[in-house]
């Protein structure tokens, strides 16, 4: 039996714009991306929906805003010293992303789908599907890959 040790790795998170003067800053939208802690992939074990943590966001208004999602590694778990790679879907509040293997922005989910109080924010639940065959077909060892979550504001 193999074990796949994967790490979901450093997480960035941006500020939905930039801005010039200190006032405008409180204006701007947060994002906070928490990663889960190491999770193990065993062939015996079913690896649909694995934790990938949460990410909680702060839009300026509840409606006008759109989160993004990229993958530095095209959407698979890449091994630390070897070139196997592990692919995997992406799903945010149960919605799933669309393909990652771009290493673009890819729109996670909008004001208009999804209305989230701008003081109080929504905090989602971030889930990979991994399938099995796709472990089975890997070496043993450690596999990572970063998320980078952008919350743009839609009302400037």
Do not use: K
Request: glycine share 8%.
């Amino acid at each position: 039996m193999q074990n796949h040790s994967l790490f979901n790795g450093l997480i960035s998170t941006a500020l939905g714009l930039s801005a010039l003067c200190p006032t405008a800053a409180l204006a701007l939208g947060l994002v906070d991306y928490t990663a889960s802690t190491t999770l193990t992939l065993s062939l015996s074990t079913s690896s649909v929906n694995q934790d990938f943590g949460t990410v909680h966001i702060q839009p300026v208004n509840a409606t006008g805003w759109e989160l993004r999602v990229r993958s530095t590694q095209g959407g698979a778990l890449r091994h630390s010293s070897h070139p196997s790679t592990i692919p995997y879907t992406l799903s945010v509040d149960g919605i799933q992303v669309g393909s990652l293997a771009s290493g673009n922005d890819t729109t996670v989910l909008t004001g208009s789908t999804l209305s989230c109080l701008p003081l109080i924010g929504c905090t989602l639940a971030v889930r990979a599907t991994i399938s099995t065959d796709n472990v089975a077909r890997t070496p043993a060892g450690s596999y990572s890959d970063t998320l980078v979550f952008t919350l743009v504001d839609q009302q400037l």
